[in-house]
């Protein structure tokens, strides 16, 4: 009985642990998928464009991506989305064309990784911000360009 027990609370302890390890993770999605969540309910769209080369964009994705404080921010105020710049085969639909990855990051005039672009969410605005950024470095340069392309005051 006593093993039963310790084996319970063992899962009970798996499952926890599992749930916040979910709630820690920025909640990326496909273009198309943050383009029809906005669609429902209006909000910010944030757009990492990376390439599989790039080490910058895995640094971002395993220290800045990782950080509680980031986080919280890009889930609570943003869909995310993650757009491989290079990647020609994935296609979707966005305002009337077709387009594949690589096509949606050179229409929205990325050249550098890794690179953040910020749609409003009436999806006719967009503004970028370039480069690798440590987390407090992020969240600074996120709320500057809120401030100053968009006028919102985070």
Not at 53 to 63: I, L, N, P, T
């Amino acid at each position: 009985m006593k093993k039963m027990k310790y084996i319970g609370l063992f899962f009970l302890g798996l499952l926890i642990s599992i749930s916040s390890f979910a709630q820690g993770q920025i909640k990326w999605m496909k273009f198309e998928e943050a383009i029809a969540a906005n669609s429902s309910n209006p909000k910010m769209i944030i757009v990492d464009v990376y390439t599989d080369w790039c080490g910058w964009c895995k640094k971002m994705d395993s220290e800045t991506f990782t950080d509680s404080k980031v986080v919280d921010y890009i889930n609570k105020n943003f869909y995310a989305v993650k757009l491989n710049a290079e990647d020609t085969q994935r296609t979707f639909e966005f305002m009337g064309k077709t387009y594949n990855e690589a096509q949606m990051a050179a229409a929205m005039r990325v050249n550098s990784y890794p690179n953040f672009v910020i749609i409003e969410p009436k999806l006719q605005n967009i503004a970028q911000l370039p480069g690798y950024r440590q987390p407090q470095q992020f969240l600074a340069g996120l709320d500057e360009l809120l401030e100053k392309a968009f006028r919102i005051k985070p």
